[in-house]
């Protein structure tokens, strides 16, 4: 199979047929042989009932349904493990993002031989306070934290080559760092391509103010996952000794004042200072080498993803 089309959604159920009708067009007079993955991640609507439909109607769509919503990354998960196409492309269900751009992203995968392209919405249709001024931030940092050259991180419009989505787990909201966790498996060909952008026809935005936070907090754990996920203790201990060995010499400083009679231990503020370092150094140590005795017990510690073998 060429192309799996994998489209998480919530609540989208005007859009379905348009969206599955505009895709079957594009793959058949491309000559692609595909599926649609549709992930139905606990929609209260009819959405359901809809793929149901749409599925009798053409045997190439398939459905997942998810009990209750667990997000947009848990249902991409899904849908990457189901997927069987040598080219696994996503999108979002909301007919914001375009299915002529498909022959074109394939081509990059199969031709130019790239992992992963991601759309970049170059010209966007959403709020300009809301959506794209925070969004220019974002990428920026995303960009500068990982050194991946992308504009648009979180295009819902991705194309991937297959090893790359049964490679990478995507949960919590981590879907819009998934050039970062693949290029952190190892598929570093990354490229970009400008996709047109719509206005969204139907329904609304799933998505409120709460994803900057929780946005930007994944950024931190994945960065810091893909540095020192294995060795806490290169991280951990080492600010902690250099926490210690700052209040051990502000300590030894303190008491030989002290011995001069130039101070009195519990009047001078570098005494404390001295003893909250020590304490701080003892603590992150602690902490590094807990993480250590966790990791060396966990089943993933020898985890490797191996390319080939001869
Ligand atoms: N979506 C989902 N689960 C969620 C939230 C969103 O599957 O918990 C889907 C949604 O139905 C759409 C896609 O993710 O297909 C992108 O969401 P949306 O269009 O609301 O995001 P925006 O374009 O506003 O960033
Ligand atoms: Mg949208």
């Known amino acids: 199979m060429d192309i799996s089309v994998v489209i998480p959604l919530l609540n989208e159920s005007e859009s379905l047929p348009e969206l599955t009708a505009w895709i079957d067009k594009v793959m058949t007079s491309n000559n692609f042989s595909y599926e649609i993955l549709f992930v139905d991640d606990g929609s209260t609507d009819n959405s359901w009932e809809v793929i149901q439909q749409l599925q009798q109607a053409n045997g190439q769509i398939h459905g997942i349904r998810f009990q209750r919503n667990y997000g947009k990354s848990a249902a991409l998960n899904v849908g990457f493990e189901a997927a069987q196409g040598d080219v696994v492309i996503t999108m979002d269900a ?32 959403d709020s300009k306070l809301a959506k794209n001024i925070p969004s220019k931030f974002f990428n920026w940092t995303t960009r ?13 419009l991705k194309a991937y080559r297959k090893e790359v989505v049964k490679n ?24 970009e391509q400008v ?30 996952i893909s540095k020192f996920g294995k060795q806490p203790m290169h991280f951990f201990g080492l600010i902690g000794s ?26 001078s503020v570098w005494f404390y200072v001295s003893m909250l370092f020590i304490l701080m150094g003892t603590v992150l140590f602690l902490a590094g080498f807990l993480g250590e005795l966790i990791t060396r017990n966990s089943t993933y510690r020898n985890n490797y993803k191996i390319k080939e073998r001869l």
């Open 242 to 267: 250099l926490s210690f060995l700052l209040g051990f010499i502000a300590f030894v400083a303190v008491c030989v004042l002290r011995l001069c009679n130039r101070i009195h231990l519990t009047n």
């Open 195 to 224: 996709v047109k952008h719509r206005k969204r026809k139907y329904g609304t935005t799933k998505f409120g103010l709460n994803r900057f936070i929780n946005g930007y907090l994944d950024l931190f754990t994945i960065m810091f």
């Open 168 to 191: 990478i787990e995507v949960y919590g909201e981590m879907h819009r760092y998934i050039p970062v966790i693949a290029k952190w498996e190892g598929f570093t060909k990354i490229g």
């Open 94 to 125: 909301d007919l914001q993002d375009s299915p002529d751009e498909i022959p074109e992203l394939y081509r990059k995968i199969t031709e130019e031989r790239y992992d992963l392209v991601s759309g970049w919405k170059k010209v966007r249709y």
């Open 144 to 156: 500068r934290m990982s050194k991946i050259q992308l504009h648009d991180f979180n295009c819902g």
